[in-house]
């Protein structure tokens, strides 16, 4: 596998790719998560391109981008529908006193 040239990745032109799945997933700058997503869209990028390199000995700028832009956006899915699964088993601890309205039962 060639390695990663970081500078290629982290470069501005890059991030627009990142934002742009962003948005496509209706995050914007002022959302709670955006800042996390964006770095966790960059290490997709990263790995995206390492993975292209590794499948494919043609190097076009264009499909490289339309192949990074798509496995980054179903990337940010995945770690979207982890987090929700993961807020899903923690809030279950809290239901109880919540719905009851008083103070949660000990036994």
Known sequence: MKPVHFEYVLSS?????IHAALHR??????SPLYEDLFVEG?????????DYCARF??????????????RIR???IDYLR??????????????????????????
Do not use: C
């Open 25 to 30: 997933l209706h995050l914007t700058p002022g």
């Open 13 to 17: 032109s890059r991030e627009r790719v």
């Open 42 to 50: 960059q290490l997709l990028f990263a790995a995206a391109y390492a």
């Open 82 to 107: 982890r987090e929700r699964r993961h807020q899903k088993t923690v809030n279950y601890g809290l239901i109880p006193a919540a719905v009851g309205g008083g103070a949660a039962r000990t036994w």
């Open 74 to 76: 179903w990337g940010l």
């Open 57 to 70: 000995t043609a190097q076009d700028e264009h499909q490289i981008i339309m192949y990074a832009s798509q």
